[in-house]
Structures are given as C-alpha cells and as structure tokens.
C-alpha cells in the first residue's frame, strides 16, 4: 500500500479551481508534517505549501499566497490543497509528502513521497 497517495488533478481552465486530495496510510499520521510541491516540465520540482501536524501552522510559497490553501484532516488521514483562481504557469505535477520534522518539509528532505497528480491549466 503507498504511504501517499494524491487525487483530483486534471485539465482545467485559467480561473478555475481545483482541490487537490492526498490520502496517507503513515503510521501515526497525525505526528507528520505534510506539504504540497510541483514540478513542471522541463523544472526543478518546487515547494507550494505546507501544514504542521496539528494544522495550527502553514506556509507557502510567494507564487501561490492568497490562491492556494492546505488544510488537513486528522481523522481521516487526508491533506488537502484547494487551489483558485488558477494560472497557467500553475500547470504541473503535484505531490504529496510528509515528515516528522517541519524543518524538512520546505527543502523537500521528507520521508514519503506520493506518485503524483497532474493539474493542467489552459489559457
């Protein structure tokens, strides 16, 4: 069974919104930190956003403040990314990841990985 796995991506229009699913099978999941990052074609895969195991604390990355929003549901083993007001050059692989240690979830120096979810936005 994949410790991540990411849902709700697809082809969207420039304005659009989308949520993003991420469904963990981690042991103790509600002791992870968990994160959103991308990568586009032809890039380096990039942080988009994170949440602290207790969802008190979250950050993101410049590109999406104010756009992109993560929440996590403890319960049920879920991270969320909703994305408005899509863009372009929001197109990309998204993934899924956690950790133990916060101060790894912005470098990307996590333990899980999921396989990834494509979201493509048209102009």
Wanted: proline letters at 3%; charged letters at 20%; glycine letters at 12%.
């Amino acid at each position: 069974q994949m410790p991540l796995v990411e849902s709700g991506g697809g082809l969207v229009q420039a304005g659009d919104s989308l949520r993003l699913s991420c469904a963990a099978s981690i042991p103790t999941f509600s002791d992870y930190n968990m994160g959103w990052f991308r990568q586009a074609l032809g890039k380096e895969r990039e942080f988009v956003a994170g949440i602290n195991w207790n969802g008190y604390h979250d950050e993101y990355d410049d590109s999406v403040k104010g756009r992109f929003f993560i929440s996590r549901d403890n319960v049920n083993n879920m991270v969320y990314l909703q994305m408005n007001n899509l863009k372009p050059e929001d197109t990309a692989i998204y993934y899924c990841t956690g950790d133990l240690n916060w101060g790894r979830i912005v470098p990307g120096a996590t333990e899980y990985w999921g396989q990834g979810t494509q979201v493509t936005v048209s102009s």
